[in-house]
């Protein structure tokens, strides 16, 4: 079992920056492809950005450039820094979590694991 816990959000002006952490505790091999989803109100979930083990990134076309992930393995953090946001970036952003296997860490609603969201709004 894995247990996802998100902070860091908050409310930004456009064109500011917020840093979302995810604390991750339980199996870590049920960690080794993790990701950030966000959902506005009246819309679906949809899926920012993933990292897998072996350091591979997929961000949505609507983040790159402006958002970075991160990981810290040691810890088992995720992190991801926004930049540049702007008011369509507000909703309530997720941590995700599941075990890797070659070529299936990528931006997908199936995740295993799903932290409580952490609500980030900008105007």
């Known amino acids: 079992h894995v247990q996802l816990v998100e902070s860091g959000g908050g409310s930004v002006q456009a064109g500011g920056s917020l840093r979302l952490s995810c604390r991750a505790s339980g199996n870590r091999y049920s960690t080794d492809c993790m990701g950030w989803f966000r959902q506005a109100p009246g819309k679906a979930r949809e899926g920012v950005v993933t990292i897998g083990k072996d350091g591979s990134e997929t961000y949505a076309d609507s983040v790159k450039g402006r958002f970075t992930v991160s990981k810290d393995n040691a810890k088992n953090i995720l992190y991801l820094q926004m930049d540049s946001l702007k008011p369509e970036d507000t909703g309530m952003y997720y941590c995700?979590?599941?075990?890797?296997?070659?070529?299936?860490?990528?931006?997908?609603?199936?995740?295993?694991?799903w932290g409580q969201g952490t609500q980030v709004t900008v105007s």
């Open positions: 995700a979590a599941d075990g890797w296997t070659v070529g299936h860490c990528y931006i997908r609603p199936d995740f295993n694991y």
